[in-house]
């Protein structure tokens, strides 16, 4: 510690201890404050100890150390910046240091000793002033401890109505499941299995739509909004690209190992050879685009909300819901056999990678769209 005298910070006189004293009163005050300069690793005040002076932090840092249950270790709690105003509490109660307070680095403090001073009435206008001071930080931790519980309590209501959707999801996919051996019977009679997914599609959106209908106001949280909808558009255009590209790549290699005589582009895979393919796979390109704003809208909304259920209990939120919500996005594709279900897997993944990266539905239903139907009714997946 330096005694050595440097000149009081007219910033002291600002503060809101001083609010309320005469000039006469500042300027006894002022007479018995010392300003002390101290460095790295000394000690302000020692946890336990008796004191009877006031403290304002002109410059640097301090570090607020409580000690431990075996009291050898200190624990730090806390630490003082600039401006900061201590040893109201043991002054106005007259008890014990509570905490020890260290030089973290090199600090000057304004020290006023109220042992020093003798005149009662000004000691009577310190301890109403402390008496303010400590009435206004308790209304302020009162207010910070509301506002605390009230988000405390919103994001419970959130977690609770995202834990309802998810199980509403969950009831439908165990019953798509359960309906698994009509899904096999509806494919020999429609001219796609594509379209057994729409009954699905339908009954998942439902659910969806209805849990956003009680999140009015959060749609942007879940990625839905029209803001720089161009932007969007480009966005999912840009990601649809390289795994088309690699899909195509993937198909040629598969084709010329296993000698097949399939074709690159093959539109029989996704319609009956006795149809008018070119009609029927330019339609059915449609459909699967506006479907994709359904299947997506389901997938993201799942996704979104999977993460909001973890995130108060797990830092990985993000990828468990990438997890969960593209196992379930994969498991209603099982009716179209054994390869769809993890090709729908690994497309879901990379949506939804799409979906933490930029938080746009939007992106990931043109993606979705330009993927699936390219990949699927003109490329051909071979099942």
Same mark, same amino acid.
């Given at each position: !510690?330096?005694?050595?005298? $440097? %000149?009081?910070?007219?910033?002291f006189l600002n503060h809101e201890f001083f609010q309320k004293f005469t000039d006469s009163e500042k300027a006894e005050l002022l007479d018995k404050c010392r300003a002390v300069k101290f460095s790295p690793g000394e000690v302000v005040l020692q946890e336990g100890t008796n004191n009877s002076s006031l403290f304002y932090l002109d410059a640097g840092v301090l570090s607020v150390t409580k000690k431990g249950t075996d009291d050898l270790q200190e624990v730090e709690i806390t630490t003082l910046n600039t401006g900061a105003f201590f040893g109201e509490m043991s002054v106005l109660r007259g008890v014990p240091v509570s905490a020890t307070i260290k030089a973290h680095d090199d600090v000057n403090l304004? *020290?006023?000793?109220?042992?020093?001073?003798?005149?009662?009435?000004?000691?009577?206008?310190? #301890? =109403?002033?402390?008496g303010d001071i400590l009435v206004y930080r308790l209304e302020k931790t009162n207010q910070d401890v509301q506002m605390r519980n009230e988000r405390e309590l919103r994001l419970l209501d959130i977690q609770s109505s995202a834990a309802r959707f998810l199980i509403a999801n969950f009831i439908v996919l165990s019953l798509y499941i359960?309906?698994?051996? !009509?899904a096999d019977w509806f494919t020999k009679v429609l001219p796609t299995d594509s379209l057994v997914s729409l009954f699905f599609i339908v009954i998942f959106s439902i659910v969806t739509l209805f849990f956003l209908r009680g999140e009015r106001g959060r749609f942007a949280e879940y990625g839905i909004s029209l803001n720089h909808v161009t932007s969007q558009i480009k966005t999912g255009v $840009?990601?649809? *690209?390289?795994?088309?590209? =690699?899909? *195509?790549?993937? #198909?040629?290699?598969?084709?010329?190992? %296993?000698?097949?005589?399939?074709?690159?582009f093959d539109f029989s895979s996704a319609v009956a050879p006795d149809t008018s393919r070119f009609i029927i796979v330019a339609g059915l390109s449609v459909m699967y685009l506006v479907f994709s704003f359904a299947q997506e809208i389901v997938r993201c909304v799942v996704q979104k909300a999977t993460e909001i259920y973890e995130r108060g209990s797990s830092k990985h939120a993000p990828l468990i819901a990438l997890f969960v919500a593209n196992i379930m996005f994969a498991a209603t594709h099982s009716h179209l056999g054994p390869i769809f279900p993890i090709i729908a897997f690994i497309a879901g993944m990379y949506w939804g990678t799409l979906y933490i990266i930029r938080g746009s539905y939007i992106s990931c239903v043109v993606c979705h769209g330009l993927m699936g139907s390219v990949i699927i009714f003109f490329v051909g997946v071979p099942y």
């Open positions: !510690m330096n005694n050595e005298r $440097i %000149s009081i910070n007219p910033n304004f *020290i006023i000793n109220l042992d020093h001073i003798e005149n009662e009435n000004v000691i009577q206008a310190v #301890k =109403l002033a402390l359960i309906s698994l051996p !009509m $840009i990601w649809s *690209i390289p795994p088309i590209l =690699l899909y *195509i790549a993937i #198909k040629m290699f598969y084709l010329n190992s %296993s000698n097949l005589e399939e074709e690159l």
